[in-house]
T-cell receptor, first 115, second 109 residues
């Protein structure tokens, strides 16, 4: 296993279109996080899963965003009716959380450009 | 709401000097902190972590200090190298790992 994998690496879409990103975490990592990052800013928390359960969703996340992790392995993040303000890097991370928090390992991200 | 933040947005050091990057946090209940390094176009990369029952932890050329009294973290990089040039983030992990804006470290040859 080479780490967290995200697909696609880059996505250009027209405003109003729907897009879906995929994240494959490190095997047997039960926690999975999604972040959004714009230029010059730190990663902004969007949501996280413990296995297949979505445990928290940022209040900043509009209802156009939805994430799933149906079998507790890979996850998808969908953005409906994209807007130019959605242009950002979308990062996924996973961690093998047991009884304590541990470091999360990040993928290379999906860069979304909405035109 | 409570958040993680950084004192300085940019830091420029001479190659070979030591670097110190600071971070303030406001959630006194936080018990786990992580430093990440992010190079342009890449995802954040784990550097070192520390739990609240410690005040210092050392890695290879890096040391993290935690001062719970003033809710402050620092990352010290010894003998800074050009390859250390990147943006450094601290994060506190209370299930939903939160990041600050980051400090851009530039190493001058």
């Amino acid at each position: 296993d080479t780490g967290v994998s995200q697909d696609p690496r880059h996505k250009i879409t027209k405003r109003g279109q729907n897009v879906t990103f995929r994240c494959d975490p490190i095997s047997e990592h039960n926690r999975l996080y999604w972040y959004r990052q714009t230029l010059g800013q730190g990663p902004e928390f969007l949501t996280y899963f413990q296995n297949e359960a979505q445990l928290e969703k940022s209040r900043l996340l509009s209802d156009r965003f939805s994430a799933e992790r149906p079998k507790g392995s890979f996850s998808t993040l969908e953005i409906q009716r994209t807007e130019q303000g959605d242009s950002a890097m979308y990062l996924c991370a996973s961690s093998p959380r047991g009884t304590e928090d541990t470091e999360a390992f990040f993928g290379q991200g999906t860069r979304l450009t909405v035109v | 709401g409570e958040s993680v933040g950084l004192h300085l947005p940019t830091l420029s050091v001479q190659e070979g000097d030591n670097s110190i990057i600071n971070c303030a946090y406001s959630n006194s209940a936080s018990d786990y902190f992580i430093w990440y390094k992010q190079e342009s176009g890449k995802g954040p990369q784990f550097i070192i972590d520390i739990r609240s029952n410690m005040d210092k932890r050392q890695g290879q050329r890096v040391t993290v200090l935690l001062n719970k009294t003033v809710k402050h973290l620092s990352l010290q990089i010894a003998a800074t190298q050009p390859g250390d040039s990147a943006v450094y983030f601290c994060a506190e992990n209370n299930n939903d790992m939160r990041f600050g804006a980051g400090t851009r470290l530039t190493v001058k040859p």
